[in-house]
């Protein structure tokens, strides 16, 4: 089953914060996410593994919750360059990674 | 490092035809994953091979097939093309896993079929 993200779009001006989460209803063991801009490939942020550490790149970080399934992408201080559609995948048993629906963003100057 | 290479990067094919896209990893990844993206469903996963075999495969139908080559090249295949089957799909290699190592996408393959 597919992880819920949310929200499913969201506006900032630059320098603005903003939090995407990310939902799975299955007990999870990593959580990786992605960001893909128009017409371009998804290319990787990060991974948070279970028992591992809160895991950053530049001004973005994020969050595992293992009990509760669930994993934060926090966008600190957001730029310009920031603007896509951000995808959760989620790793559960089988070794396999599903993805979420994706979020929106949009950072506007 | 070369990054991961599709081939072709556009087809246009007629419904009932049949189709092979073709995806070469980033050198030393075992692991090729397949994903299929239209607009507004997101990423939904197709299958993933590892060593020549496949390890977990999505909810699509027969038609959809792959296979992976010793050099972990991979290749996926669609028969009997529907007019449903035009999007964009993408394939991605990682060291081990696609769970537990970061994957790394190709550009992708656009496919329309008419």
């Known amino acids: 089953q597919q992880p819920v993200q949310s929200p499913q779009a969201v506006i900032l001006r630059e320098g603005e914060d903003a939090v995407i989460n990310c939902s799975s209803s299955?007990?999870?063991?990593?959580v990786h996410w992605y960001r893909q801009k128009h017409g371009e490939a998804p290319v990787f942020l990060m991974i948070?593994?279970?028992?591992?550490e809160q895991k950053g790149h530049e001004k973005i970080s994020a969050s595992f919750n293992e009990k509760k399934q669930q994993s934060s992408l926090y966008l600190t201080a957001s730029q310009l360059s920031y603007s896509g559609t951000y995808f959760c995948?989620?790793?559960?048993?089988?070794?396999?990674?599903?993805f979420g629906g994706g979020t929106r963003v949009l950072v506007k100057p | 490092k070369a990054g991961v290479t599709q081939t072709p990067r556009y087809l246009i094919k007629t419904r009932g035809q049949q189709v092979t896209l073709s995806c070469s990893p980033i050198?030393?990844?075992?692991?090729v994953s397949w994903y299929q993206q239209t607009p507004g469903q997101g990423l939904q996963f197709l299958f993933e091979?590892?060593?020549?075999?496949?390890?977990n495969k999505g909810n699509f139908p027969g038609r959809f097939s792959g296979r992976q080559f010793s050099n972990s090249r991979s290749e996926m295949n669609v028969s009997t093309l529907e007019l449903g089957d035009s999007a964009l799909y993408l394939c991605?290699?990682?060291?081990?896993?696609?769970?537990?190592?970061?994957?790394?996408f190709g550009p992708g393959t656009r496919l329309t079929v008419t």
């Open positions: 991605a290699s990682s060291l081990e896993g696609q769970a537990t190592y970061e994957q790394y």
């Open positions: 299955k007990a999870l063991y990593s």
């Open positions: 948070l593994l279970k028992g591992g």
């Open positions: 995948g989620t790793g559960a048993a089988g070794n396999k990674l599903t």
């Open positions: 050198s030393g990844h075992r692991s």
């Open positions: 091979y590892f060593s020549e075999t496949q390890r």
